[in-house]
């Protein structure tokens, strides 16, 4: 099933005892409240850089060396990139140095990106739709019980999605253990400064 930003509007909606409308430009404040509550959600909830979103890219400097990331990047997936490399505004930082990172090669980058709510997998627009409900509950100052239902939907969700992250990622102890996790913090060597591209 798939979900999109009319159905995240219409659960809002219900958690108000309001009907659900067939457009998400329909003329309701609720609904103006509800697109705001998931324009907020969908990146706080990607942020946190899951198997779907995650992926290495290659940057190409532009004209001055710098290393301009996509609009779309939350983050860094510090796990795997330097931890002297770091994301400002949408240009990569060097940390050590204080300067934006410049140079002439191309840089491979673990980047952390914001998806489009139905692009993503169904238990993670599960678990935004829940936290969007949620956040849009306690903007009204909204019934008890219906955040605490939220809240649990929004638990369950995120359970199962965590689970889907654990075996994509292959971070089972009792299949990868800490040689895995070397590997994957490995992958990323030589470059700028001979550790790294």
Known sequence: MLITELTVINSCLASMGEAPVNSADADNVFITSAKEALSNQLPAEQSFGWYFNSEVVKINPNTDGEYYLPADTLGLATDVNPPWVSLRG??????????????????????????????CP?????????????????????????????????????????????????????????????????RFHTGVDGRWS
Not at 91 to 109: F, I
């Open 122 to 186: 169904y238990h993670a627009a599960r678990m935004i739709k829940a936290s969007t409900v949620k956040y849009f509950q306690q903007s009204y100052d909204g019934d008890k019980a219906k955040i605490e239902q939220a809240h649990m939907e929004y638990n369950e969700a995120r359970a199962l999605l965590m689970a889907e992250h654990i075996r994509s990622v292959r971070a089972n102890m009792l299949q990868d253990g800490d040689t895995g996790v070397t590997l994957q913090q490995n």
């Open 90 to 119: 949408r240009r990569l930082y060097d940390n050590r140095n204080g300067v934006y990172l410049t140079g002439t090669r191309v840089v491979t980058v673990a980047l952390i990106r914001l998806l489009p709510l139905e692009d």
